[in-house]
């Protein structure tokens, strides 16, 4: 009876008291970190699309980490209530690209860290990480590139495929991805996002376009804006 009791005092007691000075101090670190890894993501990853949605969201989910471990670190049965809870959460968003889940990854590790206090060893392997990552896109782009929202349309009975239109896209763009496609009777409209290493691809793809139909509708939106 009295291991049963000293098991149930084990589960309820409060192991660690939180130090508020510690979580505000946590939660700049986290601030600062969660800035820079956003900017990282927005210059150096090869998403064609909701870079800066995207990476807004690295700070919300490094501190609800961090906050949540805080928590549940100084009591067992909390540790074990989150286990139960976790179980039944269920998360609807699809990953679009396996380079998004190793950037949530790394802002979830950032939150586990300062969550358990272990500011030196977060800070040094953050700085490793975008260190590694800065250096891979410095390295692996000669030339800067630029990722664009780009339109085609075009009426008539000259009105290109989608099959035609996609295949220039493919065949000038260093990188493209299909968003939009419209079509009927008398108008075609796609809108892509694509990646250019110089602009005059653009006007190679103008080019190319109008020797299809001279009349068709071209539009270049900067990507950033989005």
């Not at 900017?39 to 919300?60: D, E, H, M, Q």
């Not at 190793?102 to 975008?130: H, S």
Request: with cysteine; net charge positive.
């Amino acid at each position: 009876m009295d291991k049963w009791n000293l098991f149930q005092r084990f589960l309820i007691t409060e192991n660690a008291q939180i130090s508020i000075g510690d979580f505000v101090i946590n939660a700049i670190i986290i601030l600062v970190l969660s800035l820079i890894l956003e900017f990282t993501y927005s210059r150096c990853a090869k998403s064609l699309s909701g870079r800066k949605a995207f990476g807004a969201n690295f700070f919300l989910i490094a501190f609800t980490t961090m906050l949540i471990i805080s928590i549940v670190k100084s009591s067992l049965a909390l540790s074990l209530g989150l286990v139960g809870a976790l179980s039944i959460v269920r998360f609807r968003s699809a990953i679009k690209e396996p380079e998004e889940l190793a950037y949530l990854f790394f802002t979830i590790a950032i939150g586990l860290g300062m969550g358990a206090n272990q500011r030196i060893v977060t800070v040094v392997g953050a700085i490793v990480l975008l260190a590694i990552i800065w250096v891979r896109y410095l390295t692996s782009s000669k030339t800067r590139k630029q990722n664009l929202y780009l339109t085609v349309s075009s009426t008539g009975q000259r009105k290109p495929g989608l099959e035609n239109i996609d295949f220039v896209v493919r065949d000038i763009f260093k990188a493209s991805k299909l968003v939009r496609y419209d079509e009927t009777a008398d108008l075609i409209e796609a809108a892509f996002w694509i990646e250019i290493k110089k602009t005059d691809d653009l006007q190679q793809f103008k080019i190319r376009l109008n020797e299809i139909n001279p009349e068709i509708r071209i539009s270049f939106v900067d990507n950033n804006s989005f």
